[in-house]
């Protein structure tokens, strides 16, 4: 049972180019999710999928889109990416509701140049 | 929104000592509190959670207390060792959502020295 499988897991981008990050579960999970980890900040919501063929914006979702491409797998995508999104991308998923508990994938750590 | 603070940023202690890292949160309506801890190229992993109808909760060494009425609750690991260093985050629900979205605290870096 591999859990929350994200892909790749290293990244060096230049400004300006752009990427998909990609998550996948195997937990038959309805919800899932996409954050960033910065240094002194924490996990912050970029965007979340609360079902399959739904997506809604997190606290930081500018210069992201994200793609629920069926209920495994939901991947973000940077457009044209920029020095601020240098940043470690965690993906979790979650079976539904509150007080479930979220499963995190190992990360992306990005950066870009 | 929820806006939670944890507390300290770094702590360092003594294998065998007991190290206490607080949360406080915003948002009265939110109802369940995870913690969870990070090791070093890991994702998050969940340790233990509390709701909001409960104020203490314990497993083996590691126990969370909850006070609705002060909007905080704690995290305590008792008899510590180098293998509970790690970061630990505290989150929160935000009142109104029902799809599991999750604050976050900023994190605590913890450190257990042998």
């Known amino acids: 049972n591999a859990g929350v499988t994200q892909t790749p897991k290293f990244q060096v981008l230049k400004t300006g180019q752009s990427m998909t990050l990609q998550c996948a579960q195997d937990m038959n999970h309805n919800s899932m999710y996409w954050y960033r980890q910065d240094p002194g900040m924490g996990l912050r919501l970029i965007y979340y999928?609360?079902?399959?063929?739904?997506?809604d914006k997190g606290e930081v979702p500018n210069g992201y889109n994200v793609s629920r491409l069926n209920k495994r797998e939901f991947s973000l995508r940077l457009e044209s990416a920029a020095p601020s999104q240098t940043s470690v991308y965690f993906c979790a998923s979650t079976q539904a509701g509150v007080g479930d508990i979220q499963y995190f994938g190992a990360g992306t750590r990005l950066s870009v140049l | 929104g929820e806006n939670v603070e944890q507390h300290p940023s770094t702590l360092s202690v003594q294998e065998g000592d007991s190290a206490v890292i607080k949360c406080t949160y915003s948002d009265s309506a939110s109802n369940y509190f995870p913690w969870y801890k990070q090791e070093l190229g890991k994702g998050p992993q969940l340790i233990i959670d509390?709701?909001?109808?409960?104020g203490e909760k314990k497993d083996q060494r590691i126990a969370v207390t909850l006070n609705k009425t002060a909007k905080h609750f704690s995290l305590h690991i008792t008899e510590t060792q180098p293998e509970d260093s790690a970061v630990y985050f505290c989150?929160?629900?935000?009142?109104?959502?029902?799809?599991?979205?999750?604050?976050f605290g900023q994190g605590t870096i913890l450190t257990v020295h042998p």
């Open positions: 999928s609360a079902s399959e063929g739904t997506t």
């Open positions: 989150a929160a629900t935000p009142h109104g959502t029902s799809y599991g979205k999750l604050t």
């Open positions: 509390i709701r909001s109808n409960v």
